[in-house]
Structures are given as structure tokens and as C-alpha cells.
């Protein structure tokens, strides 16, 4: 019987692409720069990639910072100051919090019935001011965040510190719920745990499904919890 569930935030509940792509205009007008509507995709190429990297344990999240708008400046043939538009960036994105579609109200139905944790690659302040603005933080026992943990999912030493956290708390008690399939997905089902996909991009599904439940929309939780 489930009791726990752990939920992603960026692109579960807070709509990243949405965030960030607003957060990378205002970065760049802030310096200056004619923002165009390509760059806001271009930058989260380069981020998702990068993020992998990190994810593989080949990147630190300092070399992310140190990256990502280098590549989006050099794509474009900008002359900036990379580093400046980052620390705008995290700025800004600190303060968006734009929701995907229904997540307060799964968040509701899901708190009603059992006890409700996020499971973030992020930073800790930032994704608590951000749950808060979007009415949802009310709705968490919990945040679990890499920053504080010092490990990123999908890597057993993040789920290790979580239910290291937990009295009762099993992997078979317990479902992760998330949009990505080599962060969320691969770190649950490697640790034991049930898993549903988010699909919230309409991607291709995978040749080995190791997730119990696929939702194309978050109220479809329901049909599996």
C-alpha cells in the first residue's frame, strides 16, 4: 500500500520551460540585449544537456553556471558577459513560478491521502519561494533538495538521505512521480521504488519502461493513486 510520495518540482509542478525561458528574456534585456524568441529554446537544449552531465556525475553545477550562456551567447554570435547574464538569470528565476496545469490540484487530492515529499535537483531557498508563490508549498510534509543533500538524483546516495529522513518509509510504501525519465524514473526504479512518468513533453516512450504508470496530464495521477 503506498503512504509516500515523492514529487519532482521543475516541469512536474512549476513549469520550467515557461520560467526560465521568461527569466533568460529579462536576463537579457537587463544587460542590454535584444532578446529573440530562439534563444529561450536554445538555452534549454544546452541546460537539459548540461543537467545530463551532471546527472552522469561528469559535471558540477558551478561548471553548469559557467556554461550554459556561454554556449547560448557563442551559438549566436552575442557579445555579453556570460557569467553576469547567469547571475541575472538565477535572479529572476528565483521569483517565477509559473505552475504546470493542474499541479495545485494534484497536490490537493495527493496530500488528502498521503503524505507528500519534493525531491528537487535544485536550490533549496529558491524552490521554497517558488512553491510558496504558486500555492503549493502548503501542500509538502517535506522538500529534499540536492543542495542540502549534497547528491543529485538519480544517484542512490539522493534516495538514501530521503528515507534515511522518513520513520515507516519503504520503497514499496513509496512512488516517485516525475517528468524525467534518467533523473526520476531511472533513480526510483534503480532504488527500488514504483515510479510514474510525468510525459509532460509528448516524448517518444522508451524501449524498456521501467516505470509502473505513464500520465500524459497530472489529474491522470488519479487513475494510478
Known sequence: MIKNVFIDIDDTLLDFDKNATLAVKMAFEKVGLCYKDEYGPWFLQINDGLWRLIE?????????????????????????DGDLIEKLFREFLFDLAIPVDGAVE????????????AASNAIYLQQVNRLKKAGMYEYLERLFVSEIIGYNKPSKEFFDACFKELDGA??????????????????AND???????????????????????????????????
Open 170 to 187: 519503504t520503497v514499496e510504501n513509496t512512488v516517485m512521480i516525475g517528468d524525467s525519465l534518467t533523473a526520476d524514473i531511472k533513480g
Open 56 to 80: 552522469e556525475k561528469k559535471l558540477t553545477r558551478k561548471g553548469l553556471h559557467e556554461r550554459r550562456f556561454k554556449g547560448v551567447l557563442s551559438e549566436f554570435g552575442l557579445v555579453g
Open 191 to 225: 532504488y527500488g521504488m514504483r515510479a510514474i512518468w510525468f510525459n509532460k513533453k509528448g516524448a517518444i516512450e522508451p524501449n524498456e519502461k521501467n516505470y509502473f504508470a505513464k500520465v500524459d496530464r497530472l489529474q491522470d495521477i488519479k487513475k494510478y493513486l
Open 106 to 117: 494534484i497536490l490537493k487530492y495527493l496530500s488528502g491521502k498521503y503524505t507528500v515529499y
